[in-house]
Structures are given as structure tokens and as C-alpha cells.
């Protein structure tokens, strides 16, 4: 009997400490002259999430179109950094990608494969809900809510592009190849997680709950029943 191999599930804490907290840290503190310089420090700094995000493509052998995106967001501020383009290019790059992310979602509406199909896809049991919104007589019920949902989905990403680019104005100091403009660098990785990432999981949380209470009322299926496992 073969066995079915389940997708390890990524450890939240791992990944805020490897993407927030040790290229905060790495730039805020070691990227001064007396320690790794300033050049040095970024690419040491950058190493973590860049590595992060190989080994996590290696291990689950598929692209994720947002992980993507996240991986050449960091690639670009490292190319920012080390080339030491003017700082008003990475205002442009802070808020370029999660704009280019809500385009993306609203996009893909327009294709075969929308992306808020495949966003809910790593946490529903989507073929579960087609088939119970179909037994219940309301096929294209379920459907009509996930467009909802893709244009809340990229609503979302358009707040986080401003927020974005009102952190990176106010915080982002210096030019980049500087130590002044590492350190504010690593101020701004270690600030967006509080200022960007939690309201942003919050409005998914929200966006989420929506499209559950509609599966929970139209199909009769519960929570448990639907969250992959």
C-alpha cells in the first residue's frame, strides 16, 4: 500500500526569525566598519531569507507565485544595496511588489488558473467544497465568492504598497553602500512586521472567515471539514 507523503507544514517562528529577526539584527548592529562593513554585512544579511527560500522550493518542488514574488523582492534589495542605487529605487521596489501582487491577484481573474485559487488551495480543500456547493445545487455559488474574495485579496496588497511606502519614506535614511542607510534598513525589515504583516494577516484572516461562513451556510460544511490538514 502506498503511502501518501503530507507537505511539511513551515514553522512560523523559523520563518519570521530567518526573514525578520537575523537581517534585522545582522544590519542594525553588524554592518558597521568595526564588524562585517557595509556591503558585507547586506549580503550576510540577505544570505538568510535568500537561502530560506531555495531550500524551502527544493524541499516542496513546486513555485509559489507569492513566495516568488518575496524572493525577488529580497534579490532586488540586495542589488540595490550592493550596486548603490539611489535610495528613491528602493521606495520604487518597497512598494512596486505588493502593488504588482494586487495586479497579479485581480489579473488572474482573467485566466484559467486565478491566483486566489491558488492562495486558498495551501489552506482549503478546495475539490471538497466544488463538489458539496455542486450536490447542494449551487455550483457556481462558491465561485462567485472567491472572486469577491481575490478583489478583497488584492485590496489588501494595495494597503500594504502604501504602507510600505510610507514606512520606507520615513524610515529609510542615507544612501544605499552606507552604514547609516543598513542600519535604517534593518529598522524597516524589523518594523514591518508589525506595521505590514500583521494588519495585512488580519484583513486575510478576515477575507477567510468571510468565504468559511459562506461555505459553512450554502454547503453545510464545517471548519474542520474544509482546513487542510
Known sequence: MSEVKK???????????INVIIPSVILTKFSGEEHLGQQLGLVVALAFPIAYGG???????????????GLISVLMTGGIGL????????????????????????GSQFTKVPLVRTFMGQILDLEKIDSAFKEKGHEDEFEKNLIKASYYLAGTFFVSA????????RVLVGEPGTS?????LGTMTALSFPVIAVPTTIMVGIILFKLLNSI????????EEVIKQ
Not at 529605487?89 to 501582487?101: Q, S, V
Open 7 to 17: 507537505e511539511k507544514k513551515e514553522n512560523g517562528l523559523v520563518n519570521i526569525l
Open 55 to 69: 531550500y524551502d522550493f527544493i524541499q516542496k518542488k513546486k513555485v509559489n507565485f507569492f513566495s516568488a514574488l
Open 83 to 106: 550596486l548603490n542605487l539611489n535610495r528613491q529605487w528602493m521606495i520604487a521596489k518597497e512598494t512596486g511588489i505588493p502593488l504588482i501582487m494586487g495586479l497579479a491577484v485581480i
Open 162 to 169: 502604501i504602507l510600505n511606502y510610507v514606512l520606507a519614506v
Open 180 to 184: 547609516e542607510f543598513n542600519e535604517s
Open 216 to 223: 459553512k451556510s450554502v454547503a453545510g460544511l464545517e471548519f
